[in-house]
């Protein structure tokens, strides 16, 4: 046998046994739950290649907070205060939030979680998306009907420019596209793109974009009870996916080529291949309401925020997909 099949089935046979202990569908297991303060529900990141997990800060709970997590033994080793979102800059690999009330945007360095960077730029700096260029973009949510944007360079903490006002409020995480360097963002309800240089803000012809696969320069949209598949090059919806809930999150895994759909309603998490055809769906149990979601590609998890409504009570829960393990010529497959 390929070894690396080996090695595949010892795993599905390990992880099969904890999917069995707590009930979950075939190629879906939750090997762990760790549980996380309702102030760090906001955003969820994820560094593959120190193996960290980052759950922060929601911009509506007072003391928001950063919640970082060992993805080895799933242990919180730190919690950083105050902090309202977070994203990775995986080339240096520090940790960017906002402190929202506070006005300071604020630079950790991953391998250590100490500060090494901080500024102020007033109006409630939160949720941060990074574009792989090497530019970090930070959105307010004070939610004052004109949210402002800034961008700075990852590698000196230089303001590009900023404050970019957005014209509303943003309640969602905006959403960078590495292949064209635009930031994606939804204010006021309304779906708006940020050119990278000229910085001009202009409306989009379809929904909140939750995810980007830069592989493919593909971007997931949600519209109402809509998922919208949309090129990235010429901004046509290749596909409309009618659902029968609103989204809460969208991920991508573009090593497997899986879209990951949050769905509250259901208590579960649609599993759909990159053209909007739905593969499967992972369930989380009775009253786990999924939130935000992040994915690391080269481990086939997910990190997804999971509300237990019979408790009240958040958790991170990581969650690993062995769903195409079995189905050969497959991306993620383990073909002979």
Avoid at 74 to 90: E, N
Avoid at 92 to 114: F, K, M, P
Avoid at 141 to 158: A, H, I, M, P, R
Wanted: aromatic share 8%; proline share 5%.
């Amino acid at each position: 046998m390929n070894p690396i099949c080996s090695k595949t089935y010892i795993t599905i046979f390990a992880a099969a046994l904890v999917g069995a202990l707590v009930g979950q569908a075939a190629g879906q297991n939750i090997i762990a739950s760790i549980p996380i303060p309702t102030t760090s529900i906001g955003q969820v990141a994820v560094n593959p290649a120190l193996n960290k997990i980052y759950a922060g800060g929601d911009p509506n709970a007072t003391g928001a907070s950063l919640t970082v997590i060992d993805g080895v033994t799933f242990t919180v080793v730190k919690t950083i205060a105050p902090s309202a979102g977070v994203s990775v800059d995986m080339k240096r690999d520090n940790i960017w939030t906002g402190t929202l009330t506070a006005g300071d945007v604020e630079v950790y360095a991953g391998s250590t979680n100490v500060e090494i960077f901080s500024t102020k730029v007033g109006s409630c700096p939160a949720a941060v998306s990074f574009d792989c260029r090497g530019r970090m973009w930070v959105a307010a949510e004070c939610g004052k009907k004109n949210d402002s944007v800034w961008v700075f360079e990852t590698d000196n903490f230089k303001l590009i420019d900023g404050p970019i006002p957005s014209g509303g409020t943003i309640t969602q995480p905006p959403v960078a596209n590495p292949r064209s360097g635009k930031l994606y963002v939804t204010s006021g309800g309304v779906s708006e793109e940020i050119d990278p240089t000229t910085f001009k803000v202009s409306n989009t012809t379809f929904g909140t974009v939750l995810a980007i696969d830069s592989a493919t320069n593909r971007l997931y949209a949600t519209s109402g009870n809509n998922l919208q598949v949309i090129l990235g090059n010429s901004e046509a919806i290749l596909k409309t996916v009618n659902l029968t809930y609103t989204p809460s999150a969208v991920g991508v895994n573009n090593a497997l080529g899986h879209v990951y759909v949050a769905n509250p309603a259901g208590n579960s998490i649609d599993v759909y291949n990159q053209n909007g055809t739905k593969i499967t769906s992972f369930l989380l149990g009775a009253n786990n309401q999924p939130g935000n979601l992040a994915v690391d590609s080269a481990r086939g998890r997910l990190y997804v925020d999971v509300l237990n409504t019979g408790t009240s009570s958040w958790s991170l829960d990581v969650i690993e997909d062995l769903s195409s393990v079995r189905q050969c010529e497959f991306p993620g497959s383990c073909d002979y």
